[in-house]
């Protein structure tokens, strides 16, 4: 049951999911600390925004230039959200490489994130999955409200089997399969990538993006290891949600996730303790506590090293 191989691939999405529904809005400089330190603890992907108009997700106006100011730090991927042409255009403006274009599996999701029918949606987003690929950009594409819907509550999975059929015959790299508003449980997480997995090619990886709106998102992200994904989304903190569905809270937390698979002897990569700081400063900056776990849990005291060692 638990003879996981290789490592797991963890892509933080707080700068764009985590800060998406934000009212305080957080400042180029700001955003480019925070990448800082999601660099430095090792995070290797990371999703810096989406290029969405910024009258929808006001959080998300200065995506085009976190992009120019970054500086790539080798090993590191840096993604963003992507849902129409006009999003596609801004990115290969800025030199985007890596890309996450979306549709959702809800009909009300759907109308209310793009004003578009699931079929309308998926139509319209293939040849902007066609051009980003003939750009040369690696392209993630997304099933929003695969394992449930914040307005319609089960989601068909032949729907969503049908959708990653689609995207797979594309070309794309990467299928992410999102619990959009947390509502999944360990066995339908099980059920559903286990069936994708069977239903498309080998070579193109699955992931899953994990809310734990109520409290299972860690238990669905070992029911997704026990499926065989292995790269999956979290947010430092646990911070998330979005505008368009109703109480759908915080993404399960890059820290928490980090942590479950050290002790599990999985490699990450990634440092979770020196994921607390950001944290903090997150906490200091937004005036709340975020529901991550692992940030706020001192170090054990064989983990503390003593001065006189």
């Known amino acids: 049951m638990f003879a996981f191989d290789g490592t797991v691939l963890i892509e933080d999405e707080f700068l764009r999911d985590g800060l998406q529904n934000e009212k305080r809005l957080f400042s180029l400089e700001e955003k480019l600390g925070f990448l800082a330190q999601l660099e430095a603890a090792g995070v290797k992907r990371i ?16 995506t085009d230039e976190l992009f120019t100011c970054l500086k790539p730090r080798e090993g590191v991927t840096y993604t963003a959200l992507v849902l129409n042409g006009a999003g596609l255009e801004r990115a290969l403006a800025v030199g985007a490489k890596h890309l996450s274009i979306s549709v959702s599996a809800s009909e009300t999701h759907s109308q209310k994130n793009t004003n578009r029918s699931v079929d309308g949606g998926r139509a319209k987003i293939k040849p902007v999955i066609e051009k980003a690929l003939s750009e040369g950009i690696l392209v993630r594409a997304g099933i929003q409200s695969a394992l449930g819907c914040g307005f319609e509550g089960h989601i068909d999975p ?11 015959a594309m070309g794309v790299q990467e299928i992410n ?18 069936r994708l997995r069977d239903e498309t090619p080998a070579n193109v990886a699955l992931s899953l993006h994990l809310h734990d709106t109520r409290g299972l998102g860690i238990a669905n992200f070992v029911a997704g290891l026990q499926a065989g994904v292995r790269i999956f989304d979290a947010a430092v903190g646990g911070l998330g949600g979005c505008p368009f569905i109703p109480k759908a809270t915080g993404n399960v937390a890059t820290e928490d996730v980090a942590f479950v698979c050290e002790e599990m002897g999985i490699e990450t990569g990634i440092n979770w303790q020196m994921l607390r700081e950001p944290v903090e400063r997150a906490e200091a900056l937004l005036k709340r506590k975020l529901p991550g776990r692992m940030s706020h849990m001192p170090p054990p005291p064989w983990a503390q ?4 060692k």
Do not use: T
């Open 305 to 308: 090293h003593s001065e006189d």
């Open 158 to 168: 032949d729907r969503v089997s049908d959708i990653a059929r689609d995207f797979a």
């Open 177 to 194: 399969i999102a619990d959009s508003a947390g509502l999944s449980n360990p066995r339908a997480v099980y059920e559903l990538c286990r």
């Open 47 to 62: 999703q810096i925004g989406s290029f969405v108009h910024p009258k929808w997700v006001p959080q998300m106006a200065n």
